[in-house]
């Protein structure tokens, strides 16, 4: 007979316990107990017996009048070996979300029980349970619980396995580096162990990752190794795993044979061992398979039993979204049209619950939506064919930063004052444990094999925050209450955001083909545009070719073969809209994927007459939003903010403790990595400050500019906040990236601090501001996920309370910069709105006698991000 353990995402959980187990040893003090022990001990047994049979539906009833009469005769230990085989038996007859309660109450049960061992096990249970079903952030409490009992137990094997599964949440939600660094420390363990199942499951989860990063071939490379580790061995739903996975990354590679045997055969495996929830998975991808390689039909049967039996066990939305989708595309190919669009709904609305189901972290909730692009571009195609573009629209907005909603709605929740002292305590040493790390990280000529201690330290102290305020968050009700705003309509779009003479550009990147709207004057009006694939390539070289430096020799023909590149991509991303700006002073821009590394104001049209060809900075006042929506929540929160702020706070010229100065060759000088010391920052802050009567002004210079000051200081009262040093910048791991103010080791400081305000401690500030500007370099850059846009230090500001944030796309030059921001801030103070007030200032530079700084180069890389009024 087959004994079958539960294998599936990476823990060792033998299904039953047999008789002779630790936990049949019950006390026999009782009378009572005496005469119903032999009862329930034969219940047990039978439901061994019964699940070793795949009898399961049998199982289930015997093992629940095994609980019945454990707990009337109130005996821990064998209410929990009761409610554990009902789990067991709960899973295989796609009771799902039963056999989920049940292993919770396993563990709380073991727990009463004093059995240790019996709540890690239960925990790590609910947990894969949790994580195949979409509810990650459950998934990850019980992981997280039942890696510290193993940890106790000094347990390697549990350890290694529960590592994998939570490196397995990350990668499934997208935070690929932080799912990398969990994998990488649990396969150091597993190489250790001499059973191959833990290097396996870890590899599984590997999968996923190189996949998410676009590394294909590694893919399969893991695949097969975790294939050849399992090879021989008696098969359990880990060989399941292994096949769908396999068959997975062969058709990622475009490999539909090898694929569909692979999927084929995990379909019979899974079907064998009675794994319902696991052969919907396949059939979805199945189905996937199936619709690309040309036949509709069978797609549409597959994922509509996929989505079936995902339905009948409480089965994952985040799968349950792109099977519908994959059946409405199938539908489409059939030619019903109506049912496609109708099937695309239910998708969205699906995903709408897995986001709901996500983890609590803006990385996570981004990511349940980057990983089903194609639901929303397969929804706007159809719109748009069904020529219904205002439709297209709504479908647009629901796609982009919808975790910046979440969070921003938040934020207003995350308030110091209301932590106790505790918390407030243990918050505050978690920060100070990060920033001594990254003190260790930061000295100069580290060996390798202390920086790589010091960064598993770091991200371990990162993750330990991370949980921190997820544990916050679950036990403060407010939360619960918290209602994001929803997505804008278009009507409302054009109603009550966009001003006289202000047009709204939004972008949706497809692979097949992409898509732009236009709304201005009360009408949506879209267009079709080249694939994704192919503006992305554009996008990246000409963004290489706009922010090299140039020398004042050779600016005037690196400035004319720029344009002239500009004009190309020109004619791919914008010239399709022209028809539709006919009348439009100022665009609001809504990008998607690579557009945001694209300053828009560099774009140059075609000569008219004989005239040279004007970039776009020429004809509009341009500023750029996360989505029209957020736009608009950010004007709602201002609204509901009375308190007036007014003057200046400004920061510049930090100490960074090297002996050179930048030099003055304004050709040579960058806000950049080397963080020497940026002169013309100190005149900069000096001459913008000088703009603003002295009540109104407070400047930092120097070993003033430290982060300590930055802190304690009331910013709240200020109406702008300007920053002007170097910058930071980590685009994988965007929580790292910050503004580098005075180095505590440069002014002699006996300092907690590190000198970076990073993205958590931005947060942390309160700003009532209506601009903050980030003079320096590439501070608009962060992580970007598609639909979601840019994760970084811009949003880190909005969070905390600024209306706009003025930020650069790349390396900028010390004296170009400093000129371009007092023509900035000259403009503002003779009252003009912030966009007017910015493209003035270039203009200014496009212009003038430097010849140089006619170059995209010196004057495009800032941008404004917010209101831009």
């Known amino acids: ?91 295989h007859t796609n009771r799902t979300s039963e056999a989920i309660r049940y292993f919770k109450q396993s563990s709380s049960t073991a727990e009463e029980a004093g059995v240790v061992r019996g709540q890690g096990i239960a925990l790590s249970r609910a947990g894969m349970l949790l994580r195949l079903t979409g509810r990650y952030e459950d998934a990850l409490f019980c992981f997280n619980e039942a890696l510290q009992f193993y940890r106790r137990q000094r347990n390697k094997t549990g350890e290694a396995l529960t590592l994998s599964q939570l490196g397995g949440i990350y990668a499934d939600t997208a935070d690929y580096a932080k799912a990398a660094q969990i994998l990488q420390e649990a396969l150091s363990i597993a190489g250790a162990l001499a059973e191959p199942e833990p290097r396996a499951a870890i590899l599984l989860r590997l999968i996923v990752v190189e996949k998410g990063r676009g590394n294909l071939s590694s893919a399969l490379q893991y695949a097969q190794q975790a294939e050849s580790l399992l090879a021989g061995r008696p098969p359990t739903l880990r060989h399941i795993e292994s096949l769908y996975r396999l068959g997975s990354a062969h058709a990622a590679l475009d490999q539909p044979q090898q694929a569909a045997e692979r999927f084929e055969q995990a379909l019979r495996l899974a079907r064998e061992l009675r794994a319902p929830q696991f052969a919907a998975i396949i059939l979805g991808d199945y189905a996937g398979l199936q619709l690309k390689s040309g036949n509709a039909a069978a797609a549409f049967d597959s994922a509509a039993q996929a989505v079936g039996l995902l339905n009948s066990g409480g089965g994952s939305k985040h799968y349950e979204a792109q099977f519908l989708a994959t059946g409405a595309e199938a539908a489409r190919a059939l030619g019903n049209k109506d049912k496609a669009l109708a099937g695309y709904r239910l998708a969205l609305a699906a995903l709408e619950q897995a986001r709901a189901r996500s983890i609590h972290t803006e990385i996570s909730r981004a990511g349940i939506v980057a990983t089903r692009q194609q639901v929303f571009a397969g929804a706007i195609d159809l719109l748009l064919k069904m020529a219904r ?333 300007h920053f002007a040093a170097h910058a930071l910048i980590d685009e994988e791991h965007p929580a790292r990236s910050g503004i580098m103010l005075s180095a505590p080791t440069a002014i002699n400081a006996d300092s907690k601090e590190d000198g970076a305000l990073q993205m958590s401690e931005v947060m942390r500030l309160k700003l009532n501001a209506d601009l903050v500007t980030l003079s320096a370099c590439r501070t608009g850059l962060g992580q970007l996920l598609k639909g979601e846009g840019m994760i970084g230090l811009t949003r880190a500001f909005l969070y905390a309370g600024a209306d706009s944030v003025v930020v650069s796309l790349w390396n900028v030059n010390d004296i170009a910069t400093a000129t371009l921001m007092k023509a900035f801030y000259k403009k503002l103070k003779q009252g003009l709105p912030k966009d007017d007030a910015l493209r003035q200032a270039k203009l200014e530079m496009i212009r003038g006698r430097q010849q140089a700084w006619r170059h995209p180069y010196y004057w495009a890389a800032f941008v404004i991000v917010g209101d831009p009024r």
């Open 389 to 721: 573009p205002e439709e297209a629209f709504d479908v647009a907005e629901a796609y982009h930063a919808r975790a910046f909603l979440d969070v921003l709605a938040e934020s207003a929740l995350d308030d110091l004052d209301e932590l106790t002292p505790e918390q407030k305590a243990q918050e505050d040493r978690l920060f100070e444990q990060i920033s001594a790390i990254q003190k260790k990280l930061w000295q100069p000529d580290l060996p390798p094999e202390q920086e790589e201690k010091f960064k598993r330290e770091l991200a371990d102290a990162e993750n330990a925050l991370d949980l921190f305020r997820l544990e916050l968050r679950r036990a403060d009700p407010r939360y619960a209450g918290i209602k994001a705003p929803q997505p804008l309509s278009h009507n409302r779009v054009a109603a009550e955001l966009l001003e006289a003479g202000t047009a709204l550009v939004e972008y949706v990147l497809g692979d097949k083909q992409s898509f732009a709207w236009v709304v201005f004057q009360g009408k949506v009006s879209s267009v079709a545009l080249p694939p994704g694939k192919e503006l992305t390539a554009a996008v990246t070289a000409y963004r290489a070719a706009s922010s090299s430096k140039v020398s004042s020799q050779s600016a005037a023909q690196a400035t004319a073969k720029l344009k002239a590149q500009s004009r190309q991509l020109y004619q791919k991303l914008f010239q399709p809209l022209e028809p539709h700006l006919a009348s439009a002073r100022k665009l609001i821009i809504v990008s998607d994927g690579a557009l945001a590394y694209l300053p828009f104001e560099t774009l140059a049209g075609e000569p008219k007459r004989g005239a040279a060809s004007q970039y776009l900075i020429e004809r509009f006042a341009i500023s750029y939003a996360p989505s029209a929506s957020a736009l608009a929540a950010l004007r709602a929160l201002k609204l509901n903010n009375k308190a007036e702020a007014k003057g200046i706070v400004a920061f510049g010229d930090p100490v960074y403790g090297k002996d050179e100065t930048a030099t003055a060759n304004g050709d040579a000088t960058e806000r950049g990595y080397d963080f020497r010391q940026l002169p013309y920052t100190r005149a900069e802050v000096n001459e913008i400050a000088a703009l603003f009567p002295p009540s109104e002004r407070r400047v930092f210079l120097g070993a003033a500019a430290r982060e300590q000051n930055v802190k304690a200081e009331p910013l709240g009262q200020y109406r702008y906040v």
């Open 1 to 91: 007979m087959k004994r079958i353990q539960i294998l599936l995402t990476g823990l060792l959980c033998v299904c039953a316990t047999s008789p002779s187990s630790s936990f049949a040893q019950i006390s026999q003090n009782e009378t009572a107990r005496q005469s119903q022990a032999p009862q329930i001990e034969s219940l047990l047994r039978t439901c061994q017996r019964q699940l070793d049979n795949e009898r399961y539906e049998l199982a289930y009833q015997t093992a629940r009048q095994a609980l019945s009469l454990s707990e009337r005769m109130s005996d821990k230990r064998w209410q929990m070996r009761a409610t554990n085989l009902l789990a067991v038996a709960a899973f």
